[in-house]
């Protein structure tokens, strides 16, 4: 019988599973945070300096 996602996510499975599903969640929150800054300060985000020199 297959194992569902369900089960595989229990605090009881496997260290590989925990890893891998951590290093995913953190793929996702730093190409979300990536994607969104890049829209909220379009081209002039990095090496850029304002008129303030900041």
Do not use: C, D
């Amino acid at each position: 019988m297959p194992v569902s996602v369900v089960q595989r996510l229990n605090p009881g499975a496997a260290v590989k599973t925990h890893l891998l599903v951590a290093a995913l969640l953190w793929s996702f929150i730093g190409i979300y945070l990536l994607v969104r800054g890049a829209l909220l300060y379009g081209n002039g985000g990095i090496g850029e300096r304002g008129p303030s020199g900041f």
